[in-house]
């Protein structure tokens, strides 16, 4: 859906109808697109083990926290 910044004022009812049936809405100003309005996602219930992030280091050798924590905090050389 296209509005204009005056359809934002006056006509939000339908906007916001727009977004619920899952539209982006592209805000025009001069006939220049200026924004995107993208509908809010619905949360997922996702296991943390599914998560990318989860066993990235499952290759390098196990150390203690605090061991990693200094390594970390340490200088570059």
Request: charged share 30%.
């Amino acid at each position: 859906m296209k509005a204009t910044v005056v359809d934002l004022r006056y006509k939000m009812k339908g906007i916001l109808q727009a977004l619920d049936r899952n539209e982006q809405v592209v805000i025009m100003y001069h006939g220049k697109e200026k924004g995107i309005i993208i509908p809010a996602s619905i949360s997922q219930n996702v296991k943390i083990a599914e998560h990318p992030f989860f066993g990235m280091n499952k290759d390098k050798k196990n150390l203690s926290v605090e061991e990693e924590l200094s390594n970390l905090r340490s200088t570059r050389y």
